[in-house]
């Protein structure tokens, strides 16, 4: 069998650590890039593997692919997850900063993939592009973008010139994903899910903005399955195509986080505060029947196996200090 070759950016982060685990178990070689500003710790177990190498570097470095395969053999698909993620990372370095990782970077990372000759190329978008719907209708693919954040004007910038090099050599498969939960080696507490188990686990008390807000939500091993689907699917059904990444039963109001929560964690004090603000106001079901019907993926953990999960780790102390900035991408980065 033919070696596999794969390019990960941002590996170290939370989606990324888990993927490189998963592709070296499924026989790929890989290649992990991180400029690791949240550290590298969460890949040293792979440091062994014959087929993992770690290259440190910022994807905003022109060169920064190139270098990357100049003493190996040019990847066949780059997964780029590199970039600010998320309304509040993006707010506190700027438009400006934001600007030029998420879409800036991505360009040159694409353009550095096509003068390699990589096949694929596999982006991490989100469904905050959808912003908030109009009919209360599941959106789709094919639904009007209402961006609501500058995270979100970056991710549909990106999606848009990727989109333009649809019939090039190198294809562009866009996966808008989900709100993320669980478990990974670079576990993040700044998502909803977990950040709620924490507080609740922490403090005992729990307060929630825009109560009825809805929103959709995905175990963090389950994007990665559905990335490695993207991967491994015919050129003819992922060329050129948007996902929606999520679980077809994880669309979720806040109140109901809160009641799978109370179910573990009965003592927690819930308050509800009304507020307004300009941020990333995601009040949407989303439809992942495309996903389903073209790649055959259908989510294989719920909501309540990551509020399980993520409650496990902090009652058994495998994360010593979860209130660390580490595990909160903005308050890291403005530090």
């Not at 069998?1 to 685990?21: D, N, P």
């Not at 899910?193 to 924490?198: A, D, G, K, M």
């Amino acid at each position: 069998m033919t070696e596999k070759r794969a390019l990960v950016t941002g590996a170290a982060g939370y989606i990324g650590s888990l993927l490189c685990g998963e592709l070296l178990r499924q026989g790929w070689k890989v290649t992990a890039l991180d400029e690791l500003l949240f550290g590298g710790d969460s890949l040293m177990a792979y440091l062994p593997h014959p087929n993992f190498r770690f290259i440190k570097s910022n994807v905003w470095d022109e060169r920064a692919i190139r270098n990357a395969a100049k003493d190996d053999a040019a990847p066949d698909v780059i997964v780029h997850l590199a970039g600010i993620v998320g309304f509040p990372a993006c707010q506190a370095v700027g438009r400006q900063v934001a600007w030029r990782y998420n879409v800036e970077a991505t360009q040159r990372v694409h353009e550095q993939a096509a003068e390699l000759g990589v096949g694929r190329f596999v982006f991490a978008s989100s469904y905050s592009n959808y912003g908030v719907s109009g009919d209360g209708e599941p959106v789709t693919e094919e639904s009007p973008l209402n961006p609501q954040s500058l995270y979100a004007e970056t991710k549909i910038a990106a999606e848009r010139y990727l989109l333009g090099h649809k019939d090039g050599p190198t294809a562009p498969l866009l996966f808008r994903f989900a709100t993320l939960y669980g478990i990974s080696p670079r576990t993040r507490f700044d998502l909803i899910v977990n950040q709620f188990v924490l507080e609740a686990w922490t403090r005992r008390e729990l307060l929630i903005y825009q109560r009825g807000y809805r929103r959709s939500f995905v175990h963090v091993r389950d994007v990665v399955r559905g990335i490695l689907l993207g991967l491994e699917a015919p050129d003819e059904k992922v060329r050129g195509q948007v996902f929606n990444l999520g679980a077809a039963d994880g669309n979720y109001s806040k109140d109901d986080v809160v009641q799978m929560i109370l179910k573990r964690l009965p003592e927690t004090q819930v308050r509800y505060k009304d507020l307004t603000f300009g941020g990333d106001m995601r009040d949407i079901a989303v439809s992942f029947a495309k996903i389903e019907r073209e790649l055959g993926f259908k989510a294989q953990l719920t909501l309540d196996d990551g509020v399980r999960e993520v409650l496990h780790v902090l009652q058994s102390g495998l994360i010593r200090d979860p209130q660390d900035a580490r595990y909160r991408n903005a308050q890291f980065i403005v530090q």
